[in-house]
């Protein structure tokens, strides 16, 4: 009997038409909400893969290294003892540091990487970005005809040096035992190296910031007698974290420690999903903007129906009838505009998923489309969380139709 009550007081006859459109709109109310809601989240989870992919092209799952930073002279056996572990895939030896980069007098503080070329396409995806040239780091013939070392530069750092493949830059660094010397030309290392290659990975920090040249340069340039540490490849990235910490563990611990790549990125990562909760909540007052609307629908219908509520609470039916009445029918606007508005969502992220509809400029953005990644999870949080907004909408409303008196509704009217 409530749902039939609550059914036809929703669809409305002559003198509440007017309530009832009320209604329709606060179902519209939920609808936008849902919608805007899920598409919002959906083009957050987007933009949060594009620079996870991107960081994890250029970065590998994890690494192990020794405390202090303090060289690995045998790394080619911890290489060996790393990849015995089962979840491990690929590992690689690496060293890095900060340096100083020089061309035709411009000069520019870098991150170093020092890789090994011939595995550093099995731990990352770095070879996949360069854009001119080739992951060529031995010995290479410069556009002056001289034979010097190779080095792979970013877009952002070879754009404000204004170099191409083939050009002979100057990378420096404080030598180790610079506190000892007197003369201020022996406190600097430095070596010159071929542009072989410029790589793009679309975050401008990294292509303003890194360069990469070959491990034994690295260690010559550094002084160090063996690799920094090695960094591997896991069977999942999203438990990266503890896979490092179990090949840390079975390389026996002290002195080695263990990192990965939500830990290197882990403020980015954190403002991240900071910004998707600030989002859900924010989005979601235009659902509790729909709810108020029900809650008015609600007591005006209440108040046009008094003779009805005191006539069938004459006839028999409970308080909590009546209070289920006027639930149902806040249940149902919710309902209604929550399931249309996650399917419209649903289609629009499908529409841009597949066809990329809604642009981006590349010379702004590091992509060209929107980016969407629709999620269960947050399709069914908003799902939840707008019927569950919607059902605490009803009971004042509802609560106040239960304790509607019959004999002073019939009276008044």
């Known amino acids: 009997m409530e749902w039939f009550i609550a059914l036809r007081y929703l669809r409305g006859k002559r003198k509440i038409g007017f309530i009832s459109l009320i209604a329709y709109f606060s179902a519209g109310g939920v609808l936008l909400g849902s919608a805007v809601l899920v598409i919002a989240l959906s083009v957050a989870n987007g933009f949060e893969k594009e620079v996870r992919d991107r960081i994890i092209g250029i970065f590998a799952h994890g690494r192990i290294q020794q405390y202090f930073s303090r060289s690995i002279p045998d790394h080619d056996s911890l290489r060996q003892e790393i990849l015995a572990h089962p979840d491990v895939i690929a590992a690689a030896p690496f060293v890095s540091g900060k340096a100083s980069v020089e061309y035709e007098g411009v000069q520019e503080g870098v991150h170093v990487m020092g890789i090994d070329d011939s595995l550093e396409s099995t731990v990352t995806e770095l070879g996949r970005t360069v854009e001119m040239g080739a992951l060529e780091l031995d010995s290479t013939e410069s556009e002056r005809g001289r034979t010097f070392p190779g080095v792979l530069v970013g877009t952002g750092l070879a754009d404000k040096l204004g170099v191409r493949p083939g050009a002979e830059i100057v990378l420096g660094t404080i030598a180790s035992d610079a506190h000892e010397q007197t003369d201020p030309m022996a406190m600097i290392r430095a070596g010159r190296f071929v542009v072989t290659g410029i790589f793009e990975t679309g975050m401008y920090e990294y292509d303003l910031s890194l360069v990469y040249i070959s491990l034994e340069s690295a260690m010559d340039l550094f002084e160090m007698t063996g690799a920094e540490?090695?960094?591997?490849?896991?069977?999942?990235?999203?438990?990266?974290?503890?896979?490092?910490?179990?090949?840390?563990?079975?390389?026996?611990?002290?002195?080695?420690?263990?990192?990965?790549?939500?830990?290197?990125?882990?403020?980015?990562?954190?403002w991240m999903k900071l910004e998707r909760l600030i989002i859900f909540i924010v989005i979601s007052l235009i659902i509790v903007v729909a709810a108020f609307n029900i809650i008015?629908?609600?007591?005006?219908?209440?108040?046009?129906?008094?003779?009805?509520?005191?006539?069938?609470?004459?006839?028999?039916?409970?308080?909590?009838?009546?209070?289920?009445?006027?639930?149902?029918?806040?249940?149902?606007i919710g309902l209604l505009g929550s399931t249309l508005g996650v399917a419209l969502a649903t289609g629009v992220c499908y529409v841009q998923l597949h066809w990329e509809l809604i642009p981006l400029p590349g010379d702004i953005y590091f992509i060209t489309t929107v980016p969407v990644l629709l999620r269960a999870l947050d399709v069914c949080a908003v799902y939840v969380s707008a019927n569950v907004i919607c059902f605490l909408a009803t009971l004042y409303p509802a609560w106040k139709a239960s304790r509607i008196v019959p004999a002073e509704s019939l009276r008044v009217e």
């Open 229 to 270: 540490g090695i960094q591997f490849k896991t069977n999942d990235l999203f438990r990266a974290d503890h896979i490092a910490e179990s090949v840390r563990d079975k390389l026996g611990g002290y002195p080695y420690r263990s990192t990965d790549w939500k830990n290197m990125n882990k403020s980015l990562f954190k």
């Open 296 to 332: 008015s629908s609600l007591i005006m219908m209440i108040l046009e129906k008094r003779r009805e509520i005191g006539i069938l609470m004459g006839m028999g039916a409970t308080s909590g009838s009546i209070m289920k009445i006027f639930m149902l029918n806040g249940l149902v």
